[in-house]
């Protein structure tokens, strides 16, 4: 990383009026420091990106053995519809959430409970550690093939999409996990990709504290295709990434723009997802 002078930083940092306007690119430059020193402080490869134990450059995801381990992969008994694990020993193939129907999407895919990763995702998600990304891309390209050898052929996408997050909340943050995990996994999987052309048009609350019937409420026609672009899903097949998925709210409210603007079908992949009670949900290591 490049020496920073903070005495330097701070002589050139504006003073009286002009700091006002200088204040969001000082703001930038801040960020990109702190992002710099937590490079340095968790470089990819050397610590695991789940526990922070020191690991060697060739665990795979950056996991240690421990971790990988704990997971619970979502390869075992699965929503057949979302991907969620389900965690009994019953026959049922839904989650409760699918189970009462009305869901636009076509299919989902899980790859892990997000017990196990919660704070690997806080990093990821708050704490600008955007180099989880390739580790997390990396997973999902891997769930994938697991999923195309199950059934015995990939699924049909023409479309990468990330699910958008709000402007302003970007601007704040930095950047969007989605998009960072999604681009990534475009790479990966040779696929067209397009940050820009789903937008998410006004803030919504934080989904974690309310119901499955606020949640759907919260995101309701929350999301538009670009100004001058309402065309440009018509007859594709889209797969939409994000970090986590809980009763699918945010999926359907994107779905349902997509499917509007003449999508054929829109599934999704997501890194994590609560598992819908009961038992063990296996994992992936046998296949990955």
């Known amino acids: 990383m490049k020496n920073i002078n903070l005495k330097e930083l701070a002589k ?19 960020k990109k420091t702190a992002k710099a020193a937590l490079d340095l402080l968790y470089p990819p490869s050397i610590y695991c990106i789940a526990c922070g134990n020191l690991i060697d450059a060739s665990r795979p995801y950056a996991l240690c053995d421990a971790c990988r381990e704990r997971f619970g992969w979502a390869n075992d008994r699965t ?9 009994d020993a019953g026959a049922r193939t839904l989650c409760a959430n699918c189970a009462d129907g009305g869901q636009l999407f076509e299919k989902g895919c899980v790859c892990v409970e997000y017990a196990d990763c919660r704070e690997l995702l806080y990093g ?35 479309l990468l999409l990330p699910v958008p997050m709000y402007g302003k909340k970007e601007r704040k943050r930095g950047y969007n996990q989605a998009d960072v995990a999604g681009r990534q996994l475009a790479r990966l999987i040779a696929l067209p990709y397009d940050r820009t052309l ?91």
């Open 124 to 158: 990821f998600k708050y704490g600008g550690r955007t180099y989880y990304g390739a580790h997390i891309a990396r997973v999902m390209h891997d769930r994938l093939l697991w999923e195309a050898h199950a059934h015995g052929a990939p699924p049909q996408i023409d």
């Open 12 to 30: 050139a940092a504006p003073q009286g009026e002009a700091a006002a306007g200088a204040a969001p690119a000082l703001r930038r430059l801040l």
């Open 79 to 87: 929503c057949d519809k979302c991907g969620k694990p389900l965690r």
């Open 198 to 288: 789903l937008e998410r048009t006004r803030s919504t609350r934080v989904m974690s504290s309310l119901s499955a019937e606020e949640r759907g409420a919260n995101v309701q026609g929350a999301f538009a295709l670009a100004r001058g672009r309402e065309e440009a899903v018509r007859g594709l097949r889209v797969m939409l990434v994000d970090d986590i998925f809980t009763t699918g709210s945010t999926i359907d409210a994107c779905a349902e723009t997509l499917l509007s603007a003449g999508a054929v079908s829109v599934r999704f992949i997501v890194f994590a997802a609560g598992a819908d009670a009961g038992t063990d949900a296996g994992d992936l290591r046998g296949a990955m």
